[in-house]
């Protein structure tokens, strides 16, 4: 296995997933690339604003169905589901004690981390508009908020290219 | 962030997904990148056939369990769910109201934008078998049925690749 | 399309799912890859670690939770649930007798044709810390436990890079 650290290989992530154990994942490779010295962005789409959200970052939209979506779409980071075995919640709660037990970071331990390691965080327009989100209702650490074109222009230039 | 437009950088995406929500991701990307002058390809594999499939186009296979796929897996662009939240078809009746509202395109919209733009639409051989689907059952805007190799021998050119 | 067989394009795949039908997809396009010469990696995480482990294989942590785990994510190659239409199990039984009818291979036959191709095998490190697995618990095929560092080395050298 090539163990060289080669400089300048960039990564981009679509992160399209809100459960708990993709947006680990996704952040997992994310921190690894970064601390490789290697350019990482996140495009977090869908499901995925969820990982960024503030806590109790509503979706504002004043459309009924947004207002809906806030009661049965409530997330942040500190609270993902799991996309199996998520046993109405108490999967997440033992994945992340045995996480800690293992000294696996949490994922606002991850976030922190990637973007101390100068990750790249792009919320999506398009499902921000759909979902009634505004730029300020994502946590500090999240950049310019961009569309589908912006993404291919970096998505482009990248040798790993991630859908999650 | 690089703006340059930059002709010839392939993207091929294999849609294995017959949610609404990550055709739809599939579609915007495919779509933005087309009309950036990216060639793109999809390939349609196992759920994401459903996607490609006519109004009515049912599972053909003589095979009780082929018959019984047309039961639980009927589906067509106009008639997918989502994969989260789907909340017996009302999930998606919900998203399609908010993205006709904010003007983002419905998934027939996006399929006939995308063949507009050139975006190919290759439907997976071996997934076909199995279901028992025949070309026929698939829109008009689908081209050749091909197999893994022929993916792998466009995926190999391609800079973006994702698994959709 | 260009059917020039170009050697020594690599392949790397993260598979993160323990689906049947995502394991399925993912070892098409490995086997496929292998069969055309690409050097082809599989970096398995989270539940995809359940694709290579033993037959009777179970989780070996002493944690409790570790212990109930063994009961809701007890897999093995023989034995994965469906991604969609799993029906309690029904939906793998019908996909595995649709596919033999068709002649599609089994997973384990796909495993060991993938293994004699000199598809690489790594389990990742930290889920099977997380999970409580060793390297006794996988499949003989399986290669080196590695890490998210070692994993991107290989990505970033591969052209077709995949997340399942």
């Known amino acids: ?5 080669q400089k300048k290989t960039p990564v981009t992530i679509v992160l399209f997933s809100g459960d708990m154990d993709k947006a680990m994942a996704a952040f997992v490779i994310a921190t690894a690339a970064a601390s490789m010295g290697m ?7 869908f499901w995925g604003l969820n990982v960024i959200k503030k806590k109790g970052g509503l979706i504002k939209g004043q459309h009924w169905m947004q207002k809906m979506l806030n009661i049965v779409n409530y997330g942040h980071a500190r609270k993902l589901a799991l996309s199996k075995l998520n046993m109405l919640g108490m999967g997440p709660v033992m994945m992340k004690e045995m996480m800690s037990k293992k000294r ?3 994922m ?10 100068g990750v790249k965080f792009y919320p999506c327009e398009m499902s921000m508009t759909v979902m009634g989100l505004k730029k300020e209702d994502f946590i500090d ?3 310019e908020v961009i569309g589908a074109v912006s ?3 970096i998505a482009k230039e990248s040798n790993i290219n991630l859908f999650i």
């Open 1 to 5: 296995m090539q163990q060289t650290i």
């Open 39 to 45: 350019p990482v962005s996140i495009f977090f789409t």
């Open 104 to 106: 696996v970071p949490s």
């Open 108 to 117: 606002d331990e991850f976030i922190k981390t990637a973007a101390a390691l």
């Open 141 to 143: 650490e999240c950049g």
């Open 151 to 153: 993404y291919l222009s």
